[in-house]
């Protein structure tokens, strides 16, 4: 199914995601102009900035935006999953929070059990999630939801991408 233009910015905001999970699956970037460092703890510092600036802000549209105030307007299957959703929010940050306090040597494994997580979640917002919402709302609720997320994103500064160096907006 084709993505509704409401929710086009989170599913830019999965694609880079999906780039730093080619990071930390192989311990370097997806091409030339992703660069990724080869050291674990500088791995770290790189996700740890990655978080601040783009994947908590993400995070936070989701829930406020979606996950939150849709909860009862979509049939329990899907309230289940948003259910699942909100679980994986929470298990990813403390994961990313509990990287700083790992040895070396515990890194690499934590690093793509990582990347393994953050791969599956995306996966299924996008094909599950994503796709449940545009069948069961309507064109205006998602218009509506749409507007909501981009005030949201138009609120924060641009970032500079941690893996492109390149300057821009969230959802973008």
């Known amino acids: 199914m084709k993505r509704d233009p409401a929710l086009i910015p989170l599913s830019h905001d999965h694609l880079s995601a999906l780039v730093l999970v080619y990071c930390l699956k192989h311990g370097k970037g997806a091409s030339d102009r992703y ?24 995070f936070v549209a989701e829930e406020r935006f979606i996950f939150l105030p849709l909860q009862e307007q979509v049939l329990p299957a899907t309230q289940t999953l948003t259910d699942d959703l909100l679980a994986e929010h929470q298990q990813i940050e403390q994961a990313i929070k509990q990287l ?17 997580a953050l791969e599956s979640h995306i996966r299924k917002e996008e094909r599950q999630y994503f796709e449940a919402l545009q069948t069961e709302l309507t064109v205006e609720r998602l218009e509506q939801i749409g507007q909501a997320i981009a005030d949201f994103y138009a609120e924060l500064p641009p970032i500079q991408c941690a893996l492109t160096g390149v300057m821009r907006k969230l959802g973008d």
């Open 100 to 116: 700083s306090g790992l040895s070396v040597e515990a890194l690499p494994a934590a690093l793509i059990e990582l990347a393994n």
């Open 35 to 58: 660069q990724w460092p080869a050291r674990p703890i500088a791995q770290v510092e790189r996700i740890q900035q990655i978080w601040q600036q783009e994947l908590q802000h993400h």
